[in-house]
T-cell receptor, first 113, second 117 residues
Framework: DAGITQSPRHKVTETGTPVTLRCHQT?????MYWYRQDPGHGLRLIHY???????DKGEVSDGYSVSRSKTEDFLLTLESATSSQTSVYFC????????????FGPGTRLTVT | AQKVTQAQTEISVVEKEDVTLDCVYE???????LFWYKQPPSGELVFLIR??????QNEISGRYSWNFQKSTSSFNFTITASQVVDSAVYFC??????????????FGSGTQLTVLP
């Protein structure tokens, strides 16, 4: 199993509060990704990183920011949570050069009330 | 823009039946990669297979087989002699880009497979 952990695994928060989700890997992979999973939409890319301090937007980046100060950690921040951000969030990693598949963390279930 | 369509939202079969999950993709790139992932009721996403656009050979792994046809832009997944443990949501995904670049996966909406005992 790929060494990916996510924290917290579950969180309930109120509208308007800031929330930070953490993804931690022990594989030293270059690429890291944040997706959200919603019924009927599969998984959609929020942001991704191709190295320390190197990040870019995905398909559904509005309302989210990310940071990567170390290879092993990729943080996803909701500056002011809204009910539409209630979702399951998955982190993924990929080595990129020789192995193109992405391996996923266990997910974080976020509920915004 | 790339797109993946899994038209079958839900499929229900009886154990030991064969079942095929359909996946149709759209891309303008000549180099791309196709994937299947499994999401069992426990919620994790499990990588099953990767296929690149230059390799149209079908692949078999135990009870699983994959049929890649560029002519119809399809990458279908067949489970032979299904078992209850195959019950899960199955996702097809597509990525474009050259080697070394960040590969963004575009997922289909998934097919919920239920295998009844």
């Amino acid at each position: 199993d790929a060494g990916i952990t996510q924290s917290p695994r579950h969180k309930v928060t109120e509208t308007g509060t800031p929330v930070t989700l953490r993804c931690h890997q022990t594989e030293n992979h270059r690429y890291m990704y944040w997706y959200r999973q919603d019924p009927g939409h599969g998984l959609r890319l929020i942001h991704y990183s191709y190295g320390v301090k190197d990040t870019d937007k995905g398909e559904v980046s509005d309302g989210y920011s990310v940071s990567r100060s170390k290879t092993e950690d990729f943080l996803l921040t909701l500056e002011s949570a809204t009910s539409s951000q209630t979702s399951v969030y998955f982190c993924a990693i990929s080595s990129g050069d020789s192995a193109y598949e992405q391996y996923f963390g266990p997910g974080t279930r976020l509920t915004v009330t | 823009a790339q797109k993946v369509t899994q038209a079958q939202t839900e499929i229900s079969v009886v154990e030991k039946e064969d079942v095929t999950l359909d996946c149709v993709y759209e891309t303008r790139d000549t180099t791309y990669y196709l994937f299947w992932y499994k999401q069992p009721p426990s919620g994790e996403l499990v990588f099953l297979i990767r296929r690149n656009s230059f390799d149209e050979q079908n692949e078999i792994s135990g009870r699983y087989s994959w049929n890649f046809q560029k002519s119809t832009s399809s990458f279908n997944f067949t489970i032979t002699a299904s078992q209850v443990v195959d019950s899960a949501v199955y996702f097809c995904a597509l990525s474009e880009g050259v080697s070394g670049s960040a590969r963004q996966l575009t997922f289909g909406s998934g097919t919920q497979l239920t295998v009844l005992p």
